[in-house]
């Protein structure tokens, strides 16, 4: 049976600190898209209504059920209109499924990663992709953990990169700049944002970064970490073996392009708008860490977060989009069936 853990209004008392019985029952409703009623109830404190619905993620969606399967389909490296036709949705309300889904997996991952162990090495590198056309060229950096391949942060933005002088790419990139402006390149802003993403989650601790000889790198580093950090570097043009030190993130980089169709190179799946990628590799960020197990060798339960410690299993799809996570540690865990827990609780007892 649903309990509601507070009133899902901010402004509310019962929101914050709920007391007591602070609500009560007013029995159900019957969507259309669901099998089951819903039960309804009334915060005494502020007077307002509300669901169990008000808790969920498809909270005011029309067709539920689609959510999980679309969710693989999305991580599974096929484009937004294919994805349509198989749940049998329009290409639009993919779309908008698409920006509600990372959303709702960006407050997740915030939510069940708030701390990392100090002490651990992170890698960190940036792969070239492009918008719309290639003379738009984006960057997408990513840093993942060394051993377990957890996924820390990713981002997507746009950089400039001038062709040679006198051809004909370099008068296509005049001529978007005369209609555009001048391209932007927000390059170290990115990275900088994906370091500081990173050393929220340490909390002051040490670590150890490695990355290639990218001159920013080690100012970026530095900036964030200041002597917490021990830098190491190692050639792009090292051989890409398992040698390597970096490969965890060059497989990693593989992963990106083999599970969002957007990044495969001389296909008709390239990213139309910057913000688009980012949202996409948020469902890659969240699929990656809890979803997927870290190896083949590994068991299916085995997942980054699982080697962390962060959770006691594997999430399942309908897991990832079942309860909101807009209200950080205070949102019910993913886990959990009934709402009895919370982000900040202990979830051994619920799995």
Not at 30 to 51: I, L, Y
Not at 133 to 148: A, C, G, H, Q, S
Not at 285 to 300: E, I, L, S
Not at 319 to 334: C, F, K, N, T, Y
């Amino acid at each position: 049976m649903f309990i509601p853990p507070r009133c899902p209004h901010r402004h509310c008392g019962a929101h914050q600190h709920p007391r007591g019985v602070w609500f009560w029952r007013r029995g159900y409703y019957k969507p259309k898209c669901r099998r089951t009623p819903v039960p309804c109830f009334r915060c005494r404190v502020c007077g307002r209504g509300f669901s169990r619905q008000t808790f969920r993620h498809d909270y005011r969606d029309h067709r539920p059920f689609s959510n999980a399967p679309l969710l693989r389909l999305l991580v599974s490296g096929i484009s937004l209109r294919q994805a349509a036709r198989l749940v049998a949705l329009d290409i639009h309300a993919v779309q908008r499924k698409l920006r509600k889904f990372a959303h709702s997996c960006a407050a997740l991952h915030d939510n069940l990663s708030p701390r990392l162990p100090s002490g651990l090495t992170f890698l960190l590198d940036e792969e070239e992709t492009f918008e719309t056309e290639t003379i738009r060229p984006l960057t997408m950096p990513v840093l993942i953990e060394k051993e377990t391949w957890f996924v820390v942060a990713t981002d997507a933005a746009p950089i400039r990169r001038l062709a040679q002088a006198g051809s004909q790419r370099r008068l296509r990139q005049q001529a978007m700049g005369a209609r555009d402006g001048p391209r932007p390149d927000h390059s170290r802003r990115s990275v900088l944002g994906v370091l500081r993403a990173l050393a929220r989650r340490l909390d002051g601790g040490t670590l150890t970064l490695l990355s290639d000889e990218k001159s920013s790198y080690a100012t970026l580093v530095h900036e964030v970490f200041g002597d917490k950090a021990r830098h190491e570097t190692t050639p792009g043009t090292a051989a890409r073996t398992k040698r390597n030190p970096l490969f965890p993130i060059n497989t990693t980089m593989a992963m990106t392009r083999d599970n969002n169709g957007r990044l495969r190179r001389r296909s008709w799946l390239v990213t139309k708008r910057c913000q688009c990628l980012g949202q996409q590799l948020v469902l890659f960020q969240v699929y990656r860490n809890y979803v997927r197990f870290r190896f083949n060798r590994d068991a299916p339960e085995q997942t980054p977060a699982w080697f962390l410690k962060l959770l006691p299993r594997a999430l399942r799809p309908n897991e990832v989009l079942a309860w909101r996570q807009d209200w950080g540690d205070r949102s019910i865990h993913p886990m959990s069936r009934a709402a009895r827990h919370t982000v900040a609780e202990s979830m051994v007892e619920a799995a």
